[in-house]
């Protein structure tokens, strides 16, 4: 049974990019280690844990709450200016 554990930043991802990411590791999972296997999917767990920002040093750099949602701005304003991008 694997589990599969990710962590991030508090406020990076949304419910729905949490949602997508869960389901592709489940896939990835299902194919690498089940074989390909459909039933190896109910063996899958898989958590994301978030923390807070202040628990994070990346490099010499400390993120701040502020940082993470000028991040998550910035990112959804680059996918609605990507060409093709739904609006």
Do not use: N
């Not at 949490?18 to 590791?25: A, D, I």
């Amino acid at each position: 049974m694997p589990f599969l554990e990710l962590h991030t930043v508090k406020g990076l991802l949304s419910p729905e990019q949490k949602r997508y990411l869960m389901e592709k590791f489940s896939d990835l999972l299902v194919e690498v280690e089940g074989g390909g296997d459909s039933d190896f999917r109910k063996t899958v767990w898989i958590k994301i844990d978030e923390c807070e920002a202040s628990g994070w040093r990346i490099g010499e750099w400390w993120p701040t709450e502020e940082a993470v949602a000028r991040h998550v701005e910035a990112r959804e304003a680059m996918r609605k200016a990507a060409p093709g991008a739904q609006q």
